[in-house]
């Protein structure tokens, strides 16, 4: 498996191949839930570009882990791992969604 800040760069500069294969993007229709919305915003954030706040790391939590988006990606980057790291960050840093804390 590649490592984070490579499939981080990978997502940021792909065409969004992936956009409609993920629920979450597709029930929300929403730019930022798809895969190269939530990757791009964690390189952001990884940067410093982006604050780490609640709304920014929530995006990682819109997610499912279904592996949807790594099933079309033509370069097999990998979203939900990369994504997994990012919500310990945020719990982490207690910024997770109170959901997750309870």
Same mark, same amino acid.
């Given at each position: 498996? =590649? ?10 500069? $792909? ?6 294969? $993920?629920? /979450?993007? #597709?029930?929300?229709?929403?730019? %930022? ?8 915003? +964690?390189?952001?954030? #990884? ?6 706040? =609640?709304?920014? +790391?929530?995006? %990682? ?10 099933? /079309? $990606?033509?370069? #097999?980057?990998?979203?939900?791992? /990369?994504?997994?790291?990012?919500? /310990? =960050? ?11 804390? #309870?």
């Amino acid at each position: 498996m =590649r490592d984070g800040k490579t499939a981080l760069n990978l997502c940021h500069f $792909c065409p969004k191949l992936c956009r409609f294969s $993920c629920p /979450v993007a #597709d029930a929300e229709k929403n730019e %930022a839930t798809t895969p190269w919305g939530k990757m791009t915003t +964690m390189k952001l954030v #990884d940067q410093g570009r982006l604050p780490m706040n =609640r709304e920014t +790391m929530g995006l %990682a939590y819109k997610c499912l882990n279904c592996k949807a988006s790594e099933e /079309v $990606c033509e370069i #097999d980057n990998p979203v939900s791992p /990369v994504l997994d790291t990012f919500r /310990v =960050r945020a719990f982490q840093a207690g910024l997770a969604p109170t959901a997750v804390h #309870d």
